[in-house]
């Protein structure tokens, strides 16, 4: 993390009474394989990263929240007892993790807080994910007696997600936030909520972010539409396969024997929502056998998928997919939600440099903006840092 306790502290004392408080810390994620099959109650095989949100919290007496966002120079003071809520977006996640904290029986009091993250925004690393899981692993530390699971944590980022952002977003952006373990990535069965931790050491290969900046937010965007085209398509299998829940107990003949019955369009997004709900599995079979190529393949696949039936990409990412190929890249696709954001590239460790190179200079003659490189390093999930 580039971001340190002081850069949030300074600010804190400057803006409040000159007191120092608790410091916490949630981290964004990468995402592997296993692309939108969350909310399709299927696997997802995320991983912490380093970057993330620092937050300063200190109970105030009071029964308002003070908040000062580092970053965008902005204050809001908002009642714990307002209904309503603060209207900025930023605000109404603070609020939206207080009040879901007090449905669960925290006794959740008013407090002064500055925040800060170093998670690059839209670029589909969970910034948002991030704040969530700071002020819920927060609030359950200081009035909670750190008695709610970390699963359960997650959960209240995502009801803020559904009930005060609008965005109907799965559990994992919140789940790895919350559970993330330095040195590992995470599959979760998104059904169970089992979990499974997989070091993240790949001899001979590492994995780059590149982020096209094209600028991507959940809310406002079709995932929503997305996500109830898939609940359609699993509602209308199971009138003759009562068995199939969610799409991630469907199979293509199952799709097929129904594709009079639904729209072209969601025919193409359960395609892909049944192929990747496979490819995770594969991803971690290959994985226990060191097999980098399959791993690869898949990744190539799940980027065709989001590109051409989920139809969540842009000019840009494929572009950036294409780039990759080129390379001779082991794997590459959309990270994340889509509609911008980055790609994800597992590359083999003499590649780097060049692909890195390559990359930089055909982006930036054809967009005239350079992308941004990240490279990834498997961090921590919430924790408390003073
Ligand atoms: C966003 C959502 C997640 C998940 C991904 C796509 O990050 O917050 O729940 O659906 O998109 O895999």
Redesign the pocket.
Known sequence: MKLTIDDVRSRFVKHFDGETGSVYASPGRI?LIG?????NNGFVFPGAVEQGMIAEIKPNGTRNVRAYSIDLKDYVEFSLDDEAGPKATWARYIFGVCREMMALGVPVEGFNTAFAGDVPLGA?M?SS?ALESTYAYALNDLWGDNKIERLELARVGQRTEHKYIGVN?????QAISCLGKAGNLMRMDCRSGEIAYFPWNPKGYQLVLVNSCVKHE?KGSPYNERRLQCEHVAEVIAKNHPEVKSLRDANYDMLEEVKAEITADEYKRARYVIGEVVRVLTVCDALEKGDYETVGQMMYETHYGLSKEYEVSCEELDYLNDIAKEEGVTGSRIM??GFGGCTINLIADELVDNFKKVVSEKFEAKYGKKPVIIDVVIGDGARKLC
């Open positions: 995402n692309e939108h099959t969350d909310y589909g969970s994910a977003c799965g559990i994992m952006d959940l994340g939600g």
